[in-house]
């Protein structure tokens, strides 16, 4: 009786045991089923996101969306109010800019009080502002014969010959007056000399096998003769180029005393629809994206505020920057805002630099844009319009622009825009110190919704996320601390948003302009990034130069193909050209479809592979580990021996054949890597099922048996299963023969557990 109660009690038990295992696996299986539901669903989402025209919610999502800062105006005079840096950050700005003001009044009295400036009175005076390093200041006397002991007095050390200096692209200018200089430049380059005026820190000053430099960036003013001062200040920002004199940026504005003061959005100040015109600007939103109404009736030239840091109206730039086309192209464009756009080049930009500006219209379809636009730009001489008679897409229209621009530089620029005060002369000074730097304005934003100008937060660069999206990420404190960077300096971008940029021409057709067979809209600004950077050139975000533009919710045109398709294909053509091996980490991203090129047409590329080997490129590696080494960029996600838990043993891969050893780091035969396309890879040879079996065969990115899932979390965690069956299929150890078999997956099966040496990401 006992007996048979017992056996009652551990029947239960038994059968409490069978079911909860029933259970659990059933839980197992619908998780894992959810867990790959969860994939798909978030791609899903993805595209459903994006086939609405979500693109607001994704932009804002992916880091794209600006930190603002409203502008207010105070009795016409433009005052920035409410600042809202980072605090921390607006603590090393402060600092910064502290210590500068100081070195800058020491540097200015020692100057107006030194011979050399007060002896001449003809000299005329100009204030001469260097925010950047200073590598070097060499002045050379006319003797041939005193050079040599001059640049070593000068420089604190012996220099062989002339070579150092021009390898460091340092103009050596020669001079007469030597010695009233001698004893500045002795001073600024004398470590740890404490009656020095100009307060350099010893630590600064670096010595390389031959020549100091002062690494640290530093700002003078000089009062003198422009062309001395910048021959003794040869930096990086201000150096001589044949007999190029400076001047202060010219703070041109046709628009500084606005016709209409009152004028509705005036001063870029927030405009309000009328009760009773609500449902009107509701209706018209569709137009643009924005508030069409509010923008007609806001004046074409409004006046907006200065938004530059303080110093940039102190910066000096070269009297002879080359000139430049600026190019709009459109297609549905509003009547105002495209207006607005032109307006604000025309009014703020020297004339004398501004060869022209090239209106390219994409094929409109609207009326106004076509017999009225002729009518209205023809009153401005510079003003040229050229008509596509297809619609080409704005890449092709930007090439049709560039083919037909006269100026040295090129400056493309969206046709919902708003330059602002000084915008263009500090690009264009960068492009004349190095014609490979591409330079972009601030983007600054003008309200969809009211119109008004916003201000951004400084010190923000362009980025892209997986999968090559967008976004701006602010520079950290660290960063900032260390280059001793003020506001108003350049700022390196990995990559740039699109759509405003400077660019040499001769150098964008030397870099093959952009990849004509990117269609419509999308991937191009990637493109031209990875391109510039890593064919030699630069981009730049120069601060001092402010533009203005409307960040609409949608594209108010229409794609003459699937929007969706058309931004994936032209992606998929910049990964393949140009991300080498790291193009798997693009695909991962959501964009596996695309690897099958016979489902897939990204069009050929032959072109575009050739044009980077002609160029002798550098490889996305390398662009990795110097432009953008913040980006997490793993090549695999894990490598090294895969250990089997249950045999604790590691697959090696020998004869042909997969089998069981002892795990050993040094046979190469156990080297397999976990890539981003899910493959087990050993070479060139991945593993793959073929039935229940587990085969070595010629790795293949769009095999489905060659996808293993494989987990550092949640369920059937460090499994390797195989993706595609209607039951979840795993890579099991078999004990007894040390080989391989595909079983159904069993979460506790030891035998199924496998572990990588190294894991790169989650
Ligand atoms: O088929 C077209 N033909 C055109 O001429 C499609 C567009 N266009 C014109 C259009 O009228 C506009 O003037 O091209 C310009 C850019 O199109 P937008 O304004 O619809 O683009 P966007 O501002 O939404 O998108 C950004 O990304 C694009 C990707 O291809 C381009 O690079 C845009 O120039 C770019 N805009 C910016 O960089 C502005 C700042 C945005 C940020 C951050
Ligand atoms: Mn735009």
């Known amino acids: 009786m006992k007996f048979r109660k017992y056996l009652r009690g551990s029947r239960r038990v038994l059968a409490f045991v069978f079911v909860a295992s029933v259970i659990w696996l059933l839980f197992d299986i619908a998780a894992l089923r959810m867990s790959f539901n969860d994939v798909s669903q978030d791609l899903k989402e993805r595209e459903f996101a994006q086939k609405q025209g979500r693109r607001k919610d994704d932009i804002e999502d992916m880091g794209f969306k600006h930190p603002l800062q409203p502008v207010n105006v105070d009795k016409g005079t433009f005052i920035k109010k409410g600042n809202r840096f980072d605090r921390k950050v607006k603590d090393v700005y402060r600092r910064g800019a502290k210590a500068r003001q100081e070195t800058n009044d020491l540097a200015r009295n020692h100057l107006n009080g030194g011979k050399a400036y007060k002896e001449d009175s003809n000299r ?16 050379i006397p006319e003797k041939n014969n005193e050079t040599k002991t001059m640049k070593a007095k000068m420089i604190g050390t012996h220099l062989d010959d002339d ?57 003078l003013i000089l009062r003198g003769p422009s062309e001395e001062a910048a021959m003794l200040f040869n930096s990086t920002d201000v150096r001589m180029r044949r007999s190029g004199r400076l001047h202060k940026i010219m703070a041109l504005d046709v628009t500084d005393r606005p016709r209409d003061p009152k004028a509705i959005g005036q001063f870029g100040q927030p405009a309000k629809v009328p009760r009773d015109k609500e449902v009107e600007s509701r209706r018209r939103w569709g137009e643009g994206h924005f508030n069409v109404f509010l923008s007609d009736q806001i004046p074409v030239d409004r006046a907006i505020p200065d938004t530059r840091p303080h110093l940039c109206s102190e910066s000096l730039v070269h009297d002879d920057l080359p000139t430049t086309s600026v190019i709009f192209c459109f297609v549905d464009e509003v009547w105002s805002t495209l207006l607005r756009s032109v307006h604000s080049v025309l009014n703020r930009s020297p004339p004398h630099l501004l060869k022209e500006v090239i209106l390219v219209d994409d094929c409109s379809t609207k009326d106004y844009l076509k017999e009225q636009l002729d009518v209205y730009m023809s009153q401005f001489s ?155 050139g630069e981009i730049e975000i120069i601060p001092c130069s402010r533009v203005g533009h409307i960040f609409r919710g949608d594209n108010p045109y229409k794609f003459p193909k699937d929007r969706v398709k058309t931004v994936e294909r032209n992606l998929a053509r910049v990964a393949e050209v140009w991300l080498d091996d790291y193009k798997e980490i693009f695909y991962s991203h959501g964009y596996h479809h695309l690897l099958d090129k016979s489902i897939t047409d990204i069009g050929n590329l032959t072109e575009q592979i050739q044009l980077r080997e002609k160029l002798k490129c550098k490889s996305f590696k390398w662009y990795l580990d110097n432009v953008y080494p913040d980006l997490n960029a793993p090549l695999v996600k894990a490598d090294g021996l895969i250990f089997n838990v249950g045999t604790r043993k590691c697959l090696i891969f020998q004869n042909g054949s997969l089998s069981f050893d002892k795990c050993d780091l040094s046979n190469k035969s156990q080297h397999f890597s976990y890539t981003w396309l899910m493959l087990l890879r050993h070479n060139t040879s991945c593993v793959a099922s073929r039935e229940m079996h587990v085969i070595m065969e010629p790795c293949d990115n769009i095999k489905p048996h060659q996808h293993w899932v494989h987990k550092s979390g949640g369920v059937l965690v460090e499994h390797l299963m195989m993706e595609g069956h209607s039951q979840p299929m ?33």
């Open 163 to 219: 070579e150092e200096h021009h390898r460091n692209n340092t103009v050596v200018k020669s001079h007469k007056d030597v010695g009233k200089h001698e004893n500045l430049v002795n001073k600024l380059l004398k470590p740890g000399n404490d009656e020095s005026d100009i307060n350099i820190d010893s630590t600064e000053i670096h010595s390389s096998n031959k020549t100091h430099f002062i690494q640290k960036p530093t700002e």
């Open 382 to 536: 510079k003003v040229r319009i050229i008509r596509l008679k297809e619609r080409q897409g704005l890449i092709r229209a930007r090439i049709a622009g560039a083919d037909a621009a006269t100026g040295e530089v090129l400056t493309f620029l969206d046709s919902h825009v708003e330059c602002n005060i000084g915008w263009l002369e500090p690009l264009l000074e960068r492009v004349r110190l190095d014609h490979r730097k591409v330079v972009c304005p601030v983007i600054e934003v003008i309200n969809d919704k009211d119109m008004s100008y916003m201000l951004v937060d400084n010190f923000q660069r362009g980025i892209f996320r997986w999968p090559l999206v967008f976004g701006w990420s602010a520079l950290t404190e660290e960063y900032i601390k260390k280059n001793q960077m003020t506001d108003s300096d350049p700022i390196r971008c990995p990559v740039m948003a699109g759509g405003l940029f400077s660019i040499d021409k001769k150098y964008f057709y030397e870099l093959g302009s952009y990849d004509p067979g990117l269609d419509v809209w999308g991937g191009e600004n990637m493109e031209i990034s990875f391109k510039i950077w890593m064919c030699g």
């Open 124 to 139: 005329s005076n100009v204030l001469i502002t260097m925010k950047s390093v200073v590598k070097e200041i060499i002045i």
């Open 730 to 762: 795993c890579l099991e150890a078999e004990v007894n023969s040390d080989g391989i078999l595909l079983k159904g997956c069993d979460p506790i099966n030891t035998l199924q557990k496998w572990q990588f040496t190294h894991y790169y990401t989650q």
